[in-house]
């Protein structure tokens, strides 16, 4: 190899900079799928099997995918179909309906997606149905025309497949099911859920025609795993333009990793989550903050970006409340602290609040009960309260019964933030009983 080759080029600060965070955020948003899923081999191996009989046999199969967030469910279901629509016949005969609880939030959406994913609006066109059955009979039975005898297999994936459960008479689970235990078409249902206890959610018809097939995900690895992973993931290629950069860069990174602060940032971020989205986007805001003045991430950058991935939204959304809505709030947790997290109704809170205000000489806190009312109605919308379950709906306003969704911490640390908090309401929350 010839000197010229191996001499290193030294790029402008500000070239390497940009390179740096175009790879990064790339590495950081677009994430590789590895060859083979790491410690899933036999799920890997299970579900591969599985989904090549529906493909290329036409067997029909319905088998759901469970694991907690972040434990690579998603990850394991697109290696699987990436090598599985590299076989030839597989990637002819295969059709695909991806659907997902958070956007299809009821059947009718559902069968408009179904209908959209299968190229079918212009056979459907205005054409009129009784029933969900008969749409999504016409719909595969539509697949049958042409030149081919016989129906090409279709896989539906429902991710978020929990959310389905809630759908009106579970109608688009039953029917899938249902069309994947006979012999006419042959489907195949694959769902994604983070809910252990998903079979308890279907109704009896519906877990009937389930295979009852579960591929079960465990986060396994441990700290020093999650430790080297964020390492991997902020170094260096070994093929970067200037090496004396990304040498320089990688032994920053290695000494960050090292730093004392910057791991006990880490392992509280490995004990709220696993999920290696909710790291990337730690990892995105300590990118966010290196310039060519701040050519590396210092473990403030980290701790910074921690402290924002970690801040409580409920209690942020505190700093935003009227004096009325906070004092509201505290009176609420004065009767959570004297009744031990009992339900309360607007009569028993604005009665703790007048007691505050008998203490009071001036009259600034004294609003009528129409306004205390709409303050209430504020914080039910803000979800900072909810209506206790099973409480009628017939009851007055003022006495339906509500539970607070803040705790002691959240509300002590909002008080502390809220700008220009008056001393008197700040004492009242940290008195013992109120």
């Not at 959310?163 to 006979?182: E, G, I, M, P």
């Not at 000494?255 to 006990?264: F, P, Q, R, Y």
């Not at 403030?300 to 409340?321: E, F, V």
Request: net charge neutral.
């Amino acid at each position: 190899m010839s000197k010229r080759k191996v001499k290193d080029v030294h790029r402008p600060i500000g070239e390497c900079i940009t390179q740096v965070q175009q790879i990064l955020r790339e590495r950081f948003c677009h994430q590789q799928l590895p060859d083979r899923p790491e410690g899933l081999e036999a799920q890997y191996k299970h579900l591969l099997e599985l989904l090549r009989r529906s493909a290329i046999q036409g067997e029909s199969n319905s088998v759901l995918i469970v694991g907690p967030r972040g434990a690579g469910k998603t990850m394991l279901l697109q290696c699987v179909l990436r090598d599985l629509l590299q076989e030839k016949e597989a990637q002819k005969n295969l059709l695909q309906v991806h659907l997902n609880g958070l956007l299809q939030t009821d059947d009718r959406i559902a069968l408009k997606e179904i209908t959209r994913q299968l190229n079918l609006e212009n056979v459907v066109g205005d054409k009129v149905f009784g029933s969900f059955a008969e749409n999504l009979a016409f719909l595969l039975e539509a697949l049958k025309k042409g030149d081919r005898s016989s129906s090409r297999p279709v896989l539906f994936v429902l991710d978020e497949f929990d959310l389905f459960a809630h759908h009106k008479n579970q109608t688009l689970l039953y029917n899938l099911f249902d069309v994947s235990q006979s012999a006419q078409t042959p489907v195949a249902v694959v769902g994604v859920t983070c809910r252990l206890d998903v079979l308890e959610l279907l109704e009896k018809r519906v877990k009937s025609r389930f295979s009852h097939r579960q591929i079960h995900l465990l986060s396994s690895f441990g700290f020093s795993e999650y430790l080297q992973t964020v390492r991997t993931q902020l170094s260096l290629p070994d093929d970067f333009t200037d090496r004396g950069f990304a040498q320089d860069w990688n032994s920053s990174i290695q000494t960050l990793c090292e730093d004392k602060s910057v791991e006990e940032a880490l392992q509280r971020h490995f004990n709220s989550s696993k999920d290696f989205r909710s790291l990337h986007m730690l990892l995105m805001l300590c990118l966010s903050r290196v310039s060519v003045s701040k050519p590396s991430i210092k473990p403030a950058d980290l701790l910074d970006a921690s402290r924002l991935c970690l801040c409580d939204a409920k209690a942020n959304m505190l700093h935003g409340l009227s004096i009325l809505e906070l004092c509201l709030i505290i009176a609420m947790k004065h009767l959570n602290d004297v009744y031990e997290g009992e339900p309360f109704n607007l009569q028993m809170v604005h009665n703790e609040f007048k007691k505050f205000l008998q203490r009071k000489s001036n009259s600034m806190y004294n609003f009528e009960q129409p306004v205390v009312m709409k303050a209430f109605e504020h914080l039910q919308q803000l979800e900072l309260i909810r209506p206790v379950d099973g409480s009628s709906a017939k009851t007055q306003r003022e006495f339906q019964l509500m539970r607070l969704m803040l705790d002691h911490s959240q509300i002590m640390e909002a008080l502390q933030k809220y700008p220009q908090c008056p001393t008197d309401v700040k004492q009242w929350a940290m008195s013992a009983f109120g």
